[in-house]
């Protein structure tokens, strides 16, 4: 089955070290979504691409998080340096959309996460 | 914001009775979906209904759409002890001011079917 790969799995790091985040998405999906979970702000939009060129990453704290697609297998978010406060699970999701005005015209498959802990 | 809102944040049913949770959002939307999430797992999509959908099946699950009260709920029938999960209620919406659409999410209801 197709499936959506995320590593690492987990992570735990220092604060003010960097993090990388990779995601892997379904062949021929043209939409990669980032998400973070906290309990306190449940699912967030972090960054949001269609055809690898970013469309939205309003959701993200620009100065020390940031998202690439450098090929159309490899999607990664980066945060540099990285607070306690960045501690959730990560989630990358892709689909496939064929309308300008639609997100995603069929069902999202996430990836199983990047649990980060920052200490 | 857009986020739809999953009520109740908790239900605790028997295996066999069936579950409703409820999803409200504030803006027009292309589609909505609803997705499950086990505990420590990603989410998986459980079903779609688009903006002129009222009403949809799959398995057990039924979904339906009120787009003049902005909301939706999904109903599980003859629930089982594995149905244990949170269940979040994704908005496909129009952002002001932007053409391209968004996908947001919920904070989930929290349910618990005891065996």
């Known amino acids: 089955d197709a499936r959506v790969t995320q590593t690492p799995r987990h992570k735990v790091t220092e604060m003010g070290q960097e993090v990388t985040m990779r995601c892997q998405p379904i062949?021929?999906?043209?939409?990669v979504f980032w998400y973070r979970q906290t309990m306190m702000q449940g699912l967030e939009l972090l960054a949001y691409f269609r055809n690898r060129a970013p469309l939205d990453d309003s959701g993200m704290p620009k100065d020390r998080f940031s998202a690439e697609m450098p090929d159309a297998t490899l999607a990664t978010l980066k945060i540099q340096p990285s607070e306690p406060r960045d501690s959730a699970v990560y989630f990358c999701a892709s689909g496939l959309a064929k309308d300008r005005l639609v997100a995603t015209n069929e069902k999202l498959f996430f990836g199983s996460g990047t649990q980060l802990s920052v200490l | 914001s857009q986020q739809g809102e999953e009520d109740p944040q908790a239900l605790s049913i028997q295996e066999g009775e069936n579950a409703t949770m409820n999803c409200s959002y504030k803006?027009?939307?292309?589609?909505l979906q609803w997705y499950r999430q086990n505990s420590g797992r990603g989410l998986v999509h459980l079903i779609l209904i688009r903006s002129n959908e009222r009403e949809k099946h799959s398995g057990r699950l039924r979904v339906t759409l009120d787009t003049s009260k902005k909301s939706s709920s999904l109903l599980i029938t003859a629930s089982r002890a594995a149905d244990t999960a949170s269940y979040f209620c994704?908005?496909?919406?129009?952002?002001?001011?932007?053409?391209?659409?968004?996908?947001?999410f919920g904070r989930g209801t929290q349910l618990t079917v005891w065996p």
């Open positions: 994704a908005t496909d919406g129009v952002r002001r001011g932007s053409t391209l659409g968004r996908l947001y």
């Open positions: 803006t027009s939307i292309n589609n």
């Open positions: 062949l021929g999906h043209n939409t």
